[in-house]
């Protein structure tokens, strides 16, 4: 599958399941922080996040391509 651009509420739903806490906001990004990582996931409030923001933010949290859809799967049935 490819990844492709999502809404920001869907992107902070898949780092949620995977544990990422809200640690504060900076105007109009989300900033994510989890016990065991040194850098945060930061997640802009964009109706279309770009997808190189997604990559990163997967490089950033130790999250696979295969997960990261597992993830997103999980939070549709949350909806």
């Not at 640690?23 to 990582?37: A, M, P, V």
């Not at 930061?42 to 999250?63: M, Y």
């Amino acid at each position: 599958m490819k990844i492709t651009p999502i809404h920001w509420r869907k992107l902070v739903k898949v780092f949620e399941l995977d544990g990422w806490k809200l640690s504060r906001i900076k105007g109009d990004h989300l900033i994510y922080t989890k016990e065991g990582f040194a850098r945060p996931v930061v997640i802009p409030k964009d109706s279309s996040v770009a997808t190189f923001i997604i990559l990163n933010n997967l490089k950033t949290a130790g999250i696979s391509r295969d997960k990261y859809f597992k993830l997103l799967k999980a939070s549709k049935k949350l909806n």
